[in-house]
């Protein structure tokens, strides 16, 4: 069963930087995938970006409109864990953010597609 944790969330000013991170573990994944969605209250759960490997190798990166230029999606496989810098806050990334693995569509932007999420860790931009 494979367990996604997201950590570094928290509270940052307008123009601010933070750094999430997704540890992974627990078993294999069908395809080597891992996304970045949020979800502000009242709104749907939005695609920020999508990271995919072949044998350690980054080979495919994607990125939400809103976030594009402003956040970078990394990969350490080494401790299995995917990065999402986010720079160049605003508060409209203000959102539960999740992590997401293994989806069943390459280079999937749709959340149905993932078959695994973490908990969510709350972001919040405010100055």
């Known amino acids: 069963q494979v367990h996604l944790v997201e950590s570094g969330g928290g509270l940052a000013q307008p123009g601010g930087s933070l750094r999430l991170s997704c540890a992974a573990s627990?078993?294999?994944?069908?395809?080597?995938?891992m996304g970045w969605f949020r979800q502000a209250p009242g709104k749907e759960r939005e695609f920020v970006a999508t990271i995919a490997w072949t044998e350690g190798t980054t080979t495919f990166t994607w990125y939400g409109d809103s976030v594009k230029g402003r956040f970078i999606i990394s990969r350490d496989g080494a401790k299995n864990t995917v990065y999402l810098q986010m720079d160049y806050l605003e508060p409209d990334d203000t959102a539960v953010y999740y992590c997401a693995a293994d989806p069943t569509v390459a280079w999937s932007r749709v959340a149905a597609h993932y078959v695994h999420w973490g908990q969510g860790i709350q972001v919040t931009v405010t100055s």
């Open positions: 627990g078993g294999r994944f069908s395809r080597d995938a």
